[in-house]
């Protein structure tokens, strides 16, 4: 009880008029055994553009399920913009695949809604959406908070796109407010993952692994990069953990968007 109380104290400090924008599907009960593992997959769609040019959520969601993920962050994500017919992108997919979803608008764009969302197979606690420090007249930036509860133990989740300038105040400012997230959560597991625009060694990721761990640091096999799709030379689509062990770490092929998905295994201590 007392866990349940913090986490949904966290998160209602933080919400900004979240109403209308919180959606949960609830999931017929299944008899299939969980555990305290975890898959865990951080995706920029880029509303679901690929690089033939197409918005095609079908294969989002094909990719989705093959990677048997159970809690999929997603940046980029349009909801009744002009650009992709005003579609709802993120049902469209979480119809497909099945899951719980969450939204965190973060701008009002071509006459909808842009930000970033989750999809779950795990019962959804509380939701909430942090804006990020804005400096220079940077894009609005945001967290999607998201608590979940895995076999009885409370996981924060947060998704994250932070800004893509080259000079990087907005971002270390981003990665201190997240950390400031975490210490409001308390000592339970956090699962924070998304587009960094940011590589290994910056002074955002340094700021960062004074608390999480770095899944590929840890487990992956190889650079990790996940952008441009065509010849990857970056990675900075990141799964950080805390609380949890990282078991494998993997790069996905795939031309559903300009950013390629990673998926990690993790088990919560």
């Known amino acids: 009880m007392k866990r349940v109380l913090l986490a949904c104290g966290l998160l209602a400090g933080m919400v900004t008029a979240l109403e209308g924008q919180q959606e949960r599907r609830e999931l017929p009960p299944t008899t299939a055994p969980l555990s305290r593992a975890l898959g865990v997959l951080t995706f920029n769609i880029h509303h679901a553009e690929g690089v033939d040019g197409k918005v095609d959520v079908a294969r989002i969601a094909r ?31 979480a119809d497909l695949v099945g899951m719980r979803f969450a939204f ?10 842009y930000g970033n969302a989750l999809l779950t197979s795990r019962p959804i606690v509380s939701v909430g959406n942090r804006p990020l420090p804005n400096t220079g007249g940077g894009e609005q930036r945001g967290v999607l908070q998201v608590v ?36 409001g959560f308390g000592p339970g597991p956090v699962v924070a993952m998304g587009d960094f625009n ?15 761990t770095d899944t590929w640091a840890a487990v992956g096999s190889g650079n990790g990069f996940t952008i441009p799709v065509e010849a990857p030379a970056k990675r900075i689509d990141w799964i ?19 950013h390629l998905p990673v998926v990690a295994r993790v088990k919560l201590r």
Do not use: C, Y
């Open 63 to 93: 990719l989705i399920r093959d990677s048997h993920a159970d809690i999929i962050g997603l940046q980029e994500v349009d909801r009744g913009v002009e650009r992709t017919a005003r579609r709802d992108l993120l049902k469209e997919i």
């Open 104 to 113: 965190g608008k973060n701008l009002d764009h071509q006459g909808g809604d």
């Open 148 to 183: 979940l509860d895995v076999e009885g133990t409370q996981v924060l989740v947060l998704i994250a796109h932070l800004d893509h300038r080259k000079d990087d105040p907005q971002r270390v400012a981003s990665a201190d407010a997240i950390l400031d997230m975490v210490r």
């Open 198 to 212: 940011d590589a290994p060694g910056s002074a955002t990721w340094t700021r960062l692994m004074t608390v999480f």
């Open 240 to 258: 950080l953990v805390r609380g949890a062990e990282p078991v494998s770490a993997e790069v996905l092929t795939s031309e559903a968007s300009d």
